[in-house]
């Protein structure tokens, strides 16, 4: 069974930085599509930025130059640098991880991340 697990998630004044991490297990990571997500009450979840196993990487237009989506296939870990932070990041961010071949998607429990101005 797939788990991802985040940690990371804190308070953090605005022009800061904040690392995320997610740990998986159960999948085959290396061959999977993983990013990370995140959601405030009252809306969609929204996509932050997406690495596919063949390292292609996408980001949403807030994120782009501001924050980094990395992965460690040999740890099975994906990382997340937000730098710049401002308040309209405030939000839970999720780990997502994408298995083409079966069509499944998983998340991760969710960490907060919280921008003061």
């Known amino acids: 069974q797939v788990q991802l697990v985040e940690s990371g998630g804190g308070l953090v004044q605005a022009g800061g930085s904040l690392r995320l991490s997610c740990i998986a297990s159960g999948s085959k990571f290396d061959i999977s599509t993983v990013g990370w997500y995140r959601q405030v009450p009252g809306a969609q979840r929204e996509l932050v930025a997406t690495?596919?196993?063949?390292?292609?990487?996408n980001y949403a237009p807030f994120a782009k130059g501001r924050f980094t989506i990395s992965r460690d296939n040999d740890k099975a870990t994906l990382d997340l640098q937000m730098n710049d932070l401002k308040p309209d990041d405030t939000a839970v961010y999720y780990c997502y991880l994408y298995q083409r071949w079966s069509d499944d998607s998983y998340w991760g429990q969710g960490t907060q991340v919280t921008v003061s101005s």
């Open positions: 690495q596919t196993a063949g390292d292609l990487r």
